[in-house]
DNA sequence: GTACAATATGACCGACCGGTCACATCGACC
DNA sequence: GGTCGATGTGACCGGTCGGTCATATTGTAC
């Protein structure tokens, strides 16, 4: 972690290394980064690095939970529609934190796609249980509390969807946002949430519209019941 | 591409070159692969592999399109349980190659989802349609294909759909080998292949229930219709 | 054998890497 | 002013990098 030095650091000149360590983290995996590049372009001397971060993993963890803490703003910045989400409300938000995190920290969300592909642990085995628990369990809670509840098909291997939805929520940002087009600017510029895109909501109807008929337990909410 | 040097050789250097790139390619991203690890690991002076590749990118394109061919072996290994397929059926086929595929070339897939990475075209726009199809396009053309015979819903956004089912093949293959446990090493061993292991086969049809359950225009398929 | 082209080699080049450290500068207190 | 700890600095170190090239070796045709 950073050192004590770090942050006695005045705000610029933090903001300044961060915004010059996302750039290189963002562009290069972590292998291939650069601590010359970063101190360069954050204008400060390699021996100063030193004295701020261990080594490039260091500056990189430290980077790592910015991310972190950023999403979470993102997440919560969405306007709640129920107290208690039921699981595809649920899916849904995350999804849609995804794509607004795509479109306003572009760099950010690269980072984070190059540490899913470094991350080597797919899931775990609750010590207690014996179950198994894939990605950082959200999606596994949902899901079982989806069962309980009767939102989701009794069928249907919990661990293997959850991992199926982390999969998608990771990868569908960069997708839709292509699809969004010339609008992404103006989310970006923080004039339009993508809550309130006609054209994003239709994608995203359409994306949980799919996963609910295939994971609901209750099949009416399909929109059409093979009616020619 | 290589040179004519290169294809003159003979094929047990070839190999040996081949499987010294494999290893550096599976563990490292290709901004970060290094040529003298490889020439180093494959026995050769490093003049000689500039008598066989232009440069690294050369080296990484040759053995991309070598486990492009693998791939597509590794597809027709699998026995065709009908001629012509179902959507569904091609869905669980081409995602079936994948396990196959990770459990048999692990450093093969490693590369490839490296590579997954790096292409920055998600989807490109059909010049004579207009029409966006994701990816290689495959999925987008059984999906379409799919709605036309009624086995696809019709109101399914094909591409992003396309786009999701590629998210799922490209990423499940790793998950279902970690589910699979101990029976792999008899795959990968070629004494089993994973379409015979009924744990994997009924993690597909899972999977497969789930994605057919949220795309099919026929929810009759569905296993439970709200029975208590 | 000779001749000649194709191929193989590794020392060498300049550039960049992560990391160190002696020294310069700053800032707070007396 | 002087003192002293905290902070800033960039030249420098040993290594590795991609890439080159003069030279050595091999294969072939005569």
Do not use: C
């Given at each position: ?103 306003r920290f572009p760099d950010l ?14 899931s775990s085995v609750d010590p ?16 079982t509390q989806g069962i309980l ?80």
């Open positions: 972690m950073p050192t004590e030095t770090y942050h006695n650091l005045p705000e610029e000149k933090r903001l300044q290394i961060e915004k010059a360590a996302i750039a290189e983290f963002a562009a290069n995996p972590l292998q291939s980064a650069s601590i010359n590049a970063i101190v360069s372009e954050a204008g400060i001397a390699k021996g100063s690095f030193y004295q701020y971060f261990e080594n490039i993993d260091d500056l990189h963890r430290h980077i790592l939970s910015i991310i972190y803490k950023k999403k979470i703003e993102v997440i919560n910045s969405l306007p709640l529609d129920s107290a208690s989400l039921d699981t595809f409300r649920y899916l849904r938000r995350v999804s849609q934190a995804a794509v607004e995190f795509q479109i969300a690269s980072i984070e796609r190059f540490q899913r592909l470094n991350a080597n642990h797919l207690e249980t014996g179950e198994r628990v894939s990605g950082d369990g959200r999606f596994h809670a949902f899901l509840h009767d939102d989701i098909a009794t069928w249907v291997d919990v661990d293997m969807a959850a991992f199926m939805l982390e999969l998608i929520e990771g990868g569908i940002a960069p997708y839709l946002v292509e699809r969004i087009g010339d609008k992404a600017p103006a989310i970006a510029s923080g004039r339009l949430s993508s809550v309130y895109d006609r054209t994003t909501q239709d994608l995203f109807d359409n994306l949980m519209d799919i996963l609910e008929a295939g994971l609901a337990r209750d099949p009416q909410i399909r929109k059409d019941y093979y009616l020619k």
